[in-house]
């Protein structure tokens, strides 16, 4: 099996996403909606995204297979982690993290559903008109 030590690209058809985002509708910020508007793409769900293609948490990873090489207690290969899927999906994140910037866009889980992965583009409401 071959050691990932670092995950260069997510995979995401990035013109597609924004094409798609531009498609959409700006919506008043949740939070403050006489300041900004967001508008959201759906990316899709954590099974279909994550390289795991798991739904778990730091605190109840029990679902994620041990690390092979040092059965859960952490090693290099790993990343100290104690699972290759968790590790290879922190990459994944990391990574999506640094596209998402390079994009000016942000991503997000769901409200109702965190296993829901959106892509979100905030900006200022213009007060000219
Ligand atoms: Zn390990």
């Known amino acids: 099996m071959p050691v990932i030590t670092k995950l260069k690209t997510t995979g995401i058809d990035w013109d597609h996403v924004i094409s798609s985002l531009n498609g959409e509708t700006w919506e008043p910020d949740f939070l403050e909606p006489d300041q900004y508007e967001v508008r959201y793409y759906f990316l899709g769900t954590v099974f279909t995204?994550?390289?795991s293609g798991k739904f778990y948490t730091p605190w109840a990873n029990s679902n994620v297979t041990p690390c092979p090489y040092c059965h859960g207690s952490g090693c290099r290969q790993c990343g100290d982690m104690g699972s290759l899927e968790a590790y290879h999906d922190s990459l994944f994140m990391e990574?999506?993290?640094?596209?998402c910037?390079?994009?000016g866009v942000l991503w997000g889980?769901?409200?109702?559903?965190p296993c829901d992965?959106?892509?979100?583009e905030c900006r200022e409401i213009s007060m000219e008109d």
């Open 95 to 99: 990574a999506l993290e640094s596209e």
């Open 117 to 120: 992965i959106f892509i979100s």
């Open 109 to 113: 889980s769901g409200e109702g559903d």
């Open 49 to 51: 995204i994550m390289p």
């Open 101 to 103: 910037a390079a994009h």
